[in-house]
């Protein structure tokens, strides 16, 4: 039994990082045979990436993917930690999964991903959900046969949690969610260590994959017929860092562009590792989209120090201009409102920002404290009351500018990549360049193509059109 410890996750070694290949062996790849699994996954694109390559994994033991965790021999819960809400989903979850279990003494039940890396998480489960099978971290996802061979055979609760990084492990079987637009990982881990974020924890230190190894994933994708992939990592732009030689995001993008895959897209930005090279490489190829992510999380200055964010509100809006020297770009971001110690003045500068800036979208979210983090020992004295006021009114503000921003377009043409059938009965769906949904009436046939649509119609978080 391997435990979280959270005084070793934030060691940050000099120890080098080396490649290894995935291999599975022996007869393990029969305990799934006529079962079915159902994974629930919580968080960001990375907890969806975990999750294509664990149900990949699932399958090559045998398993196939239930449509309903109800029908289910296997259920996961691939978790988040970054704020509270996904903390209680999960919890919430695993209320219903022991009544499930009470009914099914042989229904197998697991956790991973970033909750799994929380000390109190895990003391937790051993303590009140005893009942669980077993548990894996984010740095041991390739353990994943063993540990659930281990939770058959063994009929005791198996938690197998790394609390430092091991080896970048390369050749992972992967079930994609899409045909047409994939998640690639260039880097893992982050080594920023905002006050307010668990990350740094739970996903370890900052390693880069190499060039050759993403590049290869890249080439096999554009062969398999996808037209758009989505560089992955907890801040890509420090993509290359920990290499001995010089090679950044920035060299990155411009060789990915070469392999003629039609789409690139890039996330997420932490502005202090943002480049003038990387604005003068996405200008100059087509194929990297005019949409930057680019998290502000406030617009004071004072309340960005004590977030240990390392720029002001003025670098960040130096930044902002220059990314937007890009034609045609669409910024987003993220805000956090509530913070300890943030007052009615700081709260306004945030307002400023958004109403210079005028984003694109936004992620709005009120300060959640995370236990282990420095941010959370922080005296809280703003009320919850005067907190969900704030973000009501933040909401309100971006809400404007998204819809300002959609309105533009009307009567434009746009770039579309069809990815599905709409929810909108008779339509189809698919995202512009700038990332915007766009529902529109349309062929089944068109799934899967890049086609220009107009825009007829805006709407605050999405747009209406028609084929050309």
């Not at 045909?179 to 006050?195: E, L, P, S």
């Not at 562009?257 to 100059?284: A, L, N, Q, Y």
């Not at 983090?373 to 933040?394: G, S």
């Amino acid at each position: 039994m391997l435990l979280p410890n959270y005084n070793e996750a934030r060691k940050r070694s000099k120890e080098e990082v080396k490649k290894e290949y995935y291999h599975l062996e022996g007869t393990i790849k029969n305990i799934g045979k006529e079962k079915k699994y159902y994974i629930k996954t919580y968080g960001c694109q990375m907890n969806e990436h975990d999750s294509e390559n664990i149900k990949a994994m699932l399958e090559e033991l045998g398993f196939r993917e239930a449509d309903n965790y109800l029908n289910a021999d296997l259920i996961l819960l691939n978790t988040c930690s970054i704020r509270e809400n996904a903390h209680n989903k999960a919890f919430g979850m695993l209320g219903r999964l022991k009544h499930l279990k009470e009914k099914n003494k042989s229904l197998i039940v697991g956790l991973c991903g970033c909750m799994a890396q929380e000390e109190k998480v895990i003391d937790d489960i051993m303590k009140k959900y005893k009942w669980i099978n077993f548990v894996f971290g984010t740095h041991n996802i390739h353990r994943l046969p063993y540990i659930l061979e281990d939770a058959i055979n063994s009929k005791k609760q198996e938690i197998e949690v790394y609390s430092k990084e091991k080896n970048i492990v390369e050749g992972l079987p992967v079930k994609r969610a899409s045909k047409y637009k994939a998640y690639v990982n260039i880097m893992y881990g982050c080594d920023k260590f905002c006050t307010y974020c668990i990350v740094p924890y739970t996903r370890g230190k900052q390693r880069s994959r190499e060039k050759d190894e993403i590049l290869k994933e890249i080439v096999e994708l554009v062969k398999e017929g996808y037209q758009e992939v989505i560089l992955l990592g907890q801040n890509v732009n420090a993509y290359g860092k920990d290499f001995d030689y010089h090679y950044n995001l920035e060299n990155l993008l411009e060789d990915v562009s070469k392999t003629k895959i039609k789409r690139i897209r890039f996330m997420t930005s932490h502005p202090w590792d943002f480049t003038d090279g990387m604005i003068e490489v996405i200008k100059k190829y087509p194929n990297i989209m005019p949409s930057i992510h680019l998290p502000v999380q406030s617009g004071s200055s004072k309340i960005l120090k004590l977030m240990g964010r390392r720029y002001s509100k003025e670098e960040y809006i130096t930044l902002f201009n220059k990314i937007k020297t890009i034609p045609n770009v669409a910024v987003s971001t993220d805000i956090i409102v509530g913070f300890p110690n943030e007052t009615e003045e700081d709260f306004t500068e945030t307002l400023d920002l958004v109403n210079y800036c005028k984003f694109d979208n936004a992620y709005t979210f009120i300060f959640s404290p995370r236990i282990g983090t420095p941010a959370a020992k922080l005296e809280d004295k703003i009320p919850i009351e005067t907190k969900e006021k704030r973000l009501n009114i933040l909401n309100e503000v971006v809400n404007k500018y998204f819809l300002e921003n959609n309105q533009k377009l009307v009567g434009k043409k746009v770039k579309v990549l069809v990815e599905k059938e709409s929810e909108k009965p008779g339509m189809l769906c698919g995202y512009t360049d700038t990332n915007k949904l766009i529902n529109f009436i349309g062929d089944k046939k068109l799934i899967g193509k890049i086609l220009d649509v107009e825009v007829t119609e805006a709407k605050t978080w999405s747009l209406d059109g028609k084929t050309c």
